[in-house]
């Protein structure tokens, strides 16, 4: 059985720091990409960041260049996502997710094929 598993997130001050893991199992191929979307109460989902598996480039959303920061571990199959400085507005829910096609199928940055149970980051003083 397909699945993601998140983990990572909690509870910070504002200027602090998390990182979120991202773990897949059971696919029977590769992803295409993978990513992590963010729903904050009231708001309307946002993809955060996505890293290309063919090439293992990266993708984020403006309000997080420069802070976040998407990676793979191709030892452990992991991905992970290091956010530092972090602010109130970026508190939502996070969510991975992966794609089974190639980018031009897809035509925004929130649509994935399967997702994880999502992590909850709170940002907060």
């Known amino acids: 059985q397909s699945q993601l598993v998140e983990s990572g997130g909690g509870l910070v001050q504002p200027g602090g720091s998390l990182r979120l893991s991202c773990v897949p199992s059971g696919f029977r191929a590769d992803y295409y990409a993978i990513g992590w979307v963010r729903q904050a109460p009231g708001k309307e989902r946002e993809g955060v960041a996505r890293?290309?598996?063919?090439?293992?480039?990266?993708y984020y959303t403006d309000s997080v260049k420069g802070r976040f920061t998407i990676s793979r571990d191709h030892a452990t199959n992991t991905v992970h996502l290091q956010m530092n400085a972090l602010e109130p507005n970026d508190t939502g829910v996070y969510y991975c997710?992966?794609?089974?096609?190639?980018?031009?199928?897809?035509?925004?940055?929130?649509?994935?094929?399967?997702w994880g149970q999502g992590t909850q980051v709170n940002v907060s003083s």
């Open positions: 997710g992966t794609r089974i096609a190639p980018r031009h199928y897809y035509s925004d940055s929130v649509t994935y094929d399967f």
């Open positions: 890293l290309e598996s063919h090439d293992d480039s990266t």
